[in-house]
């Protein structure tokens, strides 16, 4: 009963939302305020529906039952519930109705705010909306449908939504199959939501520039308004890709945080082009210049927004992410097709009226950087984006398939992200409009010296790989670059104002927050970079099998094997393996640690969770390896020294704060709003 | 002087370039879609000449290398299977079994799909099998057949045309032996 | 007699024996020369399992993996070297084990297109930066952008503009 209602919502949440695209269109052709507000009005019923529509699934699913097939394919009796509630998003067409509610709960807040500004988008918006809510939904209505059961046909199990023959009866599986084991961790949790959240809020930003686009408003009203909603989707979406970094760190086994898996790049690809673009909006406020370029971004982030989801929801990429081959390839396929040729034809139609008028005065000037900014995400992006595709040319041109595996893509983007290194430190010296060699040298040169001497001192304490050095030394140059420039504003202010330091510093961020949040988030990255270069060029490992009281080396540690249980935890259906090391380093007996292996008897599937010590200065990483059988005589382990690599974690713990302090809203808001709509003036670099 | 900015829109060039490449984005894409959801090769389908290095000792008639055109005239069974394929030794006597009843009339190939020859010759050795058996090198054939799993078994007819695809182990030889009845008139 | 029998018997045993004992310190020997399992993983880390899908063979933890790491394994034994071994598993899987498509025919796109399209992205931004921060006479502007780089024509049609005005 509760899965046909659920069932039946959901079609009429289809209905709504078909009736409110084609409501709105009518009602700019006919010139009807009251069409087009009746067309608001469907669309913001479709959030309530849904949200019924998903309660009841999620009811579905923490009440097991099992005769729902999306009910079996994902829970199990031995799931605790928090884990039933959040396999809400664990298999594709769950996650389709999740990414159906998150759309609609973006459309309808969006949909409520004050439109008398802007009334000429609305109609436009509400379409944009409608079609992408309309193809989720008519996806999940007739071909991935979470409330599907099984009937009992002539002895024969089926799958249906309504009863297919009269004589079928409900058959209810005693247990369901359960989540698979790798999706049962905490990161696992959080981690596709904060995606799906960065993912479904680019449809904003995306859906106000086509609005501009038809409509001939191609000022950057379309910007200002969708600002904050570009930079919230540019948090979840970095935070979505970090999370699924830390999460194959914890618990995936294999000692790294980003396989450069297609799969992960089709994630990876709208972010690139995201940062270039909330980049390259500054200059479009600041200069009234890159009116085209920002919507090519937009549009490009968009795209790789539904061609990442198609990708990996069709099983044209094969990937440890991917989902099963579904039926709703060809569709989606269509779709993406239909927003790909859509958005350009407009984009071109559009194009004479997006020119700018002012010029750029210098090629040192902040504008000039941002530009060289976005010349480097678009060649990471060019990167990753043949990286993925090649494997599916080669195959239909030679027949062969190969593989296109993390070599190319180290060693193509690690001269672009050195750059962007670069990049992050100079450009925030730089002014906009005017500058020049010497005045950014002089902003610049003590940074470069302190960099050049903390290099030094690296060299003869710590390495002397050039690729690390060089890495060190830019990641020193941001660090300095921005701390010299916290400092110089505030002992402006002080000056100014006569405050202590850290009155002036704190009033001098709290009133530049997007300035100052974007210093934090640069100076994050310096750090995540700090973690990266360790865990790549410094990784340490070595694998043995050892009887008790045996001990492997590795670097300065010791790790000794104390000894082995097994045992079952019924109530779970898993199996724990979990060893026992003592661990010395230069001699010093450190602590114990205990790598296991989990085995889930209903997935059939084994998790191998490594026994961590993570310090700043590096992590001690054992796995538990069963190369050859596990026991209390013998047993193998792979370990791995990664050094640094924490500060990848505290720079993303930096980044998020620094994020959420730069969209907060400044006191000053409207005053500036007031300010840079009337006057595009040169300004120097005290903002 | 006042500015005349020229309002040009975008050179054709550049327009050609832009929809060329979304063409052909979308084409390799979706072509590669099509491929993906065929599901393997169907009855009916006329099979390219293809052939199969045999494993030292399992040789067809002294040849270490056989192809389809050598057997034409006869009833073809392809069999993928592999060491590590669990569900693989439910069939394996069977087939031994049906190669020897036919004796030669219908030729049973075996495929080894993406293995280590040790394993490999160890399960034959186990099974007794001696019909002709070789590693799908560069896993061609399993391309070419688009296999998705093992064991499955393509039984090809004298004129070389595909006409019965098995899916999962055989449960007895009477099955196999009632597939080639239906051709062998 | 018999003292001479038992004399030659105890040589013989005791040369038997010595000849024994070497044997067995040889096979000792070759068993030392087991590769461990970081020589292994060295060749494995560049290698990809050919069933699983992008999964490195030093890390997967299927059956088949592991009796390709035993492959590895003897065939180090051997005295393979890490190319060899490499070439050994295209030989048999095709190209996708290896971690990068191998530089031959058509995939050498992979690595040429790249640095290209960014090389003329560069090029491309440049000339915009030539562009915007020329002074402003339009005429220039528009001749830059016909592709037109004779300075003579610019000079002409800068002439026929102030002409133009003038009139």
């Known amino acids: ?687 | 002087m006042s500015e005349i900015v020229e309002r040009k829109s975008v050179p054709l060039w550049i327009q050609i370039i832009i929809w060329l490449f979304i063409a052909g984005l979308l084409v390799v894409v979706g072509t590669t879609l099509s491929k993906r959801q065929q599901g393997s090769i169907r009855p009916g389908d006329k099979l390219p000449d293809f052939s199969l290095t045999l494993f030292n000792g399992y040789e067809f008639e002294e040849q270490s290398k056989v192809s389809l055109s050598d057997f034409a005239g006869k009833i073809v069974v392809l069999n993928f299977w592999a060491s590590w394929c669990k569900p693989c030794e439910q069939e394996a006597a069977e087939l031994e079994e049906a190669w020897k009843f036919y004796n030669g009339d219908v030729v049973f190939l075996g495929a080894d799909y993406v293995d280590t020859e040790p394993e490999a010759r160890t399960y034959l050795k186990k099974f007794q099998i001696t019909y002709p058996n070789g590693p799908d090198l560069r896993t061609e054939l399993s391309q070419m057949f688009r296999i998705t799993g093992v064991p499955e078994t393509y039984f090809i007819d004298q004129q070389g045309v595909l006409y019965y695809v098995k899916v999962g182990p055989f449960v007895s030889f009477d099955e196999i032996k009632s597939i080639i009845e239906q051709k062998l008139q | 007699m018999m003292k001479q029998y038992i004399l030659r018997f105890t040589f013989y045993t005791l040369l038997f024996s010595i000849v024994l004992a070497t044997l067995s310190t040889q096979f000792a020997y070759a068993q030392d020369n087991i590769p461990s399992d970081d020589e292994v993983n060295e060749v494995a880390k560049g290698l990809y399992c050919p069933v699983c899908e992008n999964t490195p063979l030093d890390v997967c933890p299927t059956e088949a993996c592991k009796q390709w790491r035993d492959v590895i394994r003897t065939q180090l034994a051997e005295g393979k070297t890490k190319e060899e071994i490499e070439q050994y598993f295209v030989n048999y899987y095709g190209d996708r084990v290896l971690a990068e498509p191998p530089r031959t025919g058509l995939n050498w796109l992979v690595y040429i297109l790249p640095p290209v399209i960014i090389v003329l992205g560069a090029v491309l931004l440049f000339k915009k930066f030539q562009v915007w921060t020329k002074p402003k006479v339009t005429e220039t502007a528009s001749n830059q952008e016909r592709g037109d780089g004779s300075t003579s024509d610019k000079y002409i049609s800068q002439l026929e503009e102030e002409l133009k005005k003038r009139n």
């Open chain 1, 1 to 687: 009963m509760f899965a046909e209602f659920g069932y039946g919502v959901l079609v009429l949440s289809f209905i709504i939302t078909i009736y409110s695209g084609v409501v709105a269109v009518s009602g700019v052709r006919r010139k009807s305020v009251s069409l087009i507000e009746s067309a608001r009005r469907a669309q913001l019923l479709t959030f309530p529906l849904i949200s019924i529509s998903s309660l009841t699934l999620i009811y579905l699913l923490v009440n097991n039952h099992f005769e729902v097939s999306f009910v079996y394919e994902v829970t199990s009796l031995s799931m605790p519930t928090y884990l039933k509630i959040t396999a809400w998003w664990g298999g594709q067409a769950g996650s389709m109705l999740f990414w159906s509610w998150l759309l609609a709960a973006f459309t309808s807040l969006v949909t409520l705010r004050n439109w008398d500004r802007d009334i000429e988008f609305l109609p436009w918006v509400i379409l944009v909306s409608a079609i992408t809510l309309a193809f989720f939904l008519f996806m999940i209505v007739f071909y991935e449908n979470p409330f599907s059961r099984y009937w009992l046909v002539a002895g024969n199990v089926v799958e249906s939504m309504f009863k297919p023959i009269s004589q079928a009866t409900i058959f209810t599986p005693d247990n369901g199959r359960g989540l698979n084991p790798l999706l049962r961790h905490p990161g696992m949790i959080i981690h596709p939501p904060m995606l799906y959240l960065g993912f479904v809020s680019y449809v904003i930003p995306y859906a106000f520039a086509i609005a501009a686009l038809i409509t001939g408003r191609t000022d950057d009203r379309w910007i200002r308004i969708t600002r904050r909603w570009s930079l919230w989707a540019w948090l979840f979406l970095s935070f979505g890709l970090v999370l699924g970094g830390r999460w194959a760190y914890d618990v995936l086994g294999w000692g790294g945080y980003w396989g450069w898996d297609p799969v992960e790049i089709a994630a990876f690809m709208p972010w690139l082009t995201g940062t270039a673009f909330l980049h390259s909006v500054m200059i479009q406020e600041k200069r009234g210049m890159l009116k085209q370029w920002n919507m090519v971004l937009i549009i490009l982030t968009y795209a790789l927004v539904i061609f990442g989801t198609f990708l990996t929801r069709s099983g044209v990429l094969s990937s440890v992410h991917s989902f099963a081959n579904s039926p709703i390839g060809p569709y989606f396929m269509g779709f993406v097709s239909f927003t790909l040729i859509a958005s350009v034809y407009l984009l071109i139609r559009r194009w004479n009226d997006l020119r700018s008028e002012t010029e750029m005065k210098s090629v040192l000037s902040r504008e000039a950087l941002f530009l060289l900014n976005n010349l480097l995400f678009i060649g990471i992006l060019i990167v990753c984006f043949w990286g993925v595709i090649y494997p599916l040319v080669s195959e239909l041109v030679t027949g062969s398939k190969v593989t296109v595996g993390p070599p190319y893509y180290e060693r193509a983007t690690g001269p672009l992200f050195a750059g962007l290194l670069f990049l992050m430190a100079i450009a925030p010296l730089s002014a906009w409009g005017h500058s020049t060699l010497q005045t950014l040298g002089k902003a610049i040169w003590k940074s470069i010296l302190a960099s050049f001497i903390l290099t030094i001192i690296l060299f003869f304490t710590y390495t002397q790989n050039p690729y690390a050095l060089l890495g060190f030394f830019l990641v020193a140059l941001v660090l300095f670059a921005t701390s010299h420039e916290f400092w110089r504003g505030t002992r402006s202010r002080q000056k100014a104002k006569n405050e202590n330091f850290f009155t002036a510093l704190s009033n001098l961020m709290m009133r530049n927050r997007r300035r100052y949040g974007g210093y934090i988030i640069h100076i994050s990255m310096a750090l995540m970079a700090i973690g990266i270069l360790g865990i790549e060029l410094f990784q340490k490992e070595t694998q043995g099998t050892v009887a008790a009281g045996e001990a492997l080396i590795i670097g300065d540690y010791s790790v000794e094997y104390r000894e082995l249980a097994s045992w079952d935890v019924p109530s779970d259906d898993v199996n724990y393996t979990r060893a026992v090391v003592d661990v010395y380093k230069n001699g010093i007996y450190l602590g114990q640690l205990y790598p296991r292996i989990d085995y889930f008897y209903d997935a059939e599937q084994t998790m191998t969770i490594p026994g961590q010590r993570s310090t700043i200065r590096d992590d001690l990483y054992i796995l538990l390896v069963d190369w050859q059988p596990v026991s209390s005589v013998g047993a193998t382990f792979k370990i791995y020294v990664n050094p640094l690599v924490n500060w990848l974690w505290i720079g993303s713990l930096l980044f998020l704060f620094g994020i959420i302090f730069a969209a907060w809203p400044d006191k000053e808001t409207q005053q500036e709003n007031f300010k840079s709509t009337h006057s595009v003036s040169q300004t120097s670099a005290a903002d």
